[in-house]
């Protein structure tokens, strides 16, 4: 099994080849492949390496699927016996990335 640990963004994911998942909104165009050297841990088989705190030499290919925003969230503001009330929405812009290999 091969897999590796990437940091994106300030936030840390456990990727596989072959794998969608969602990240924090990256500035690519979709279609293109965008390379990450951040990677903390590889593992492939028996081989592991760890950095400290990256893995010299490691990187991993992704490709940047879409574009969208995630799933409206309600922010309200409340406070007691003074009629003050605000509700608000927000929608978070987003990528979803297909990792296209290990290296």
Known sequence: MKYAVIQIAGKQYRVEPGQELTVNHLDAEE???IEVSDVLLTVDGDNVAI???L???A????KVK??????KIRVAKYKAKS?????YGH???ETTVEVVSIG
């Open 31 to 33: 279609g293109k492949n």
């Open 51 to 53: 950095g400290s705190p």
């Open 55 to 57: 893995v010299k030499g």
């Open 59 to 62: 990187s991993v290919t992704l």
């Open 66 to 71: 879409s574009h969208q925003k995630a799933d």
């Open 83 to 87: 009629r003050y009330r605000r509700v």
């Open 91 to 93: 929608r978070q812009p």
